[in-house]
């Protein structure tokens, strides 16, 4: 994996912490985001672990630069900060994951997630992501084959509400919406209803 903080110190530190697991190894670190895609593109790491706010070019820049040219990046925020609009962009331009650093025990647990393939973002962002919602018809789910009821049930999961009061909600049953729940990660080829919540945030 590759690590990349303005601050060498929490480089040298994460290197450090992360190589005394058995299944991981650091293949380089970087200090900006420029070295970040420099070093992606030379080393095509399994999992890039970033900083976001950066002189020059920033975390979400240069995810953005790597994601365009590598689609399948596993890049996964390390911050301090929890700003909307980063979580916003984080969604969007496709990154992994979203942690901030005084969960300091969450990071490797994290980037084991993440490297099988799930979708990691912390309890702290997970809660304010409702909040963040501005328009929850702007994108055309129908390209996903989702159905308008299929919506319904897709936004009210983003919104972080459970089954039951999902079917109160929308006057269904219970057995209704979790039936619906699981054809819809089928279709969607996802796994659990926190990568559904990203999935909707990413395309709305």
């Known amino acids: 994996m590759l690590v990349v903080d303005d601050d060498k110190l929490v480089c040298v530190s994460l290197k450090t912490i992360l190589e005394s697991e058995e299944d991981i190894s ?60 980063y979580i916003i962009k984080a969604l969007k331009i496709g990154a992994k994951g979203y942690i901030i650093k005084q969960n300091f025990e969450s ?23 409702p909040s963040l919602m501005i328009d929850h018809r702007k994108a055309d789910f129908s390209a996903f084959g989702i159905t308008e009821k299929e919506l319904d ?16 909600k929308l006057y269904l049953s219970e057995g209704t919406v979790r039936n619906s729940i699981t054809t819809i990660l089928e279709k969607l080829n996802l796994r659990d209803r926190t990568q559904l919540a990203v999935f909707y945030y990413k395309n709305r």
Request: net charge negative; charged share 25%.
């Open 107 to 129: 990071i490797v647990p994290s980037l084991r997630a993440v490297y099988m393939g799930q979708n990691v973002f912390g309890d702290d962002i997970i809660s304010k992501i």
């Open 26 to 85: 650091v293949v380089a670190t970087g200090c900006s985001g420029k070295e970040a895609v420099e070093l992606y593109e030379k080393l095509k790491p399994d999992i890039l672990l970033m900083d976001i706010r950066m002189e020059a070019m920033t975390g979400l820049e240069a995810a953005e630069h790597i994601l365009k040219e590598n689609k399948d990046a596993r890049i996964l925020f390390l911050t301090t900060f929890s700003d909307n609009e």
């Open 153 to 168: 049930i897709i936004t009210a999961v983003a919104e972080g509400l459970s089954n039951r009061e999902i079917a109160g």
